[in-house]
T-cell receptor, first 113, second 112 residues
């Protein structure tokens, strides 16, 4: 039973660049949520995708966008990278938007120089 | 004010000690509560749910006080392997979905 997988595991970018992170949910799950975790902080909710639509969004600027594919996998795109975007980006999957037990991937560590 | 607040620690305790973590939440509409465990820069994993009546899972006991909007986690007989960051998580309804909010975490180091 495949868990949540994320790629890449590490990424280094420079200010102003754009980045795409990828996530495949746990088998049987159809909902994907993205979180940003800065050093020393808890995960902050970015947005949630279900049925290929953004269903909820946290307090993040429009530079952060996403997509969900018919196979339930998802991408997180960040444009015009800032130094403050350096963080661990976590993907979590659930079965349905109302599920509360999150299954996390191991994350993508993004460093913006 | 943050929606979920935790004492960041760090808590450094000897093996075998009992340690308690506290968490407060500000939104009275919060409905469900959880503790997650996160090892250094790895993904958070669900440790236990928190029920109004309190619940226990081996050496771990979680308590909820809705009137005070307060959640606690007690770890008895601490093991070296308990060293991690413990995240308090609060869930509330958001339309037809659930909105989960994480605290900043409390860091625990169990010393030999």
């Amino acid at each position: 039973d495949a868990g949540v997988t994320q790629s890449p595991t590490h990424l280094i970018k420079t200010r102003g660049q754009q980045v795409t992170l990828r996530c495949s949910p746990k088998s049987g799950h159809d909902t994907v949520s993205w979180y940003q975790q800065a050093l020393g902080q808890g995960p902050q909710f970015i947005f949630q995708y279900y049925e290929e639509e953004e269903r909820q969004r946290g307090n993040f600027p429009d530079r952060f966008s996403g997509h969900q594919f018919p196979n339930y996998s998802s991408e997180l795109n960040v444009n015009a990278l800032l130094l403050g975007d350096s963080a661990l980006y976590l993907c979590a999957s659930t079965r349905g938007v109302a599920a509360e037990k999150l299954f996390f991937g191991s994350g993508t560590q993004l460093s913006v120089l | 004010r943050k929606e979920v607040e935790q004492d960041p620690g760090p808590f450094n305790v000897p093996e075998g000690a009992t340690v308690a973590f506290n968490c407060t939440y500000s939104n009275s509409a919060s409905q469900s509560f959880f503790w997650y465990r996160q090892d250094c820069r790895k993904e958070p994993k669900l440790l236990m749910s928190v029920y109004s009546s309190g619940n226990e899972d081996g050496r771990f006991t979680a308590q909820l006080n809705r009137a005070s909007q307060y959640i606690s986690l007690l770890i008895r007989d601490s093991k070296l392997s308990d060293s991690a960051t413990y995240l308090c998580v609060v869930s509330r309804r958001s339309g037809s979905a659930r909105q989960l909010t994480f605290g900043s975490g409390t860091q625990l180091t169990v010393l030999p």
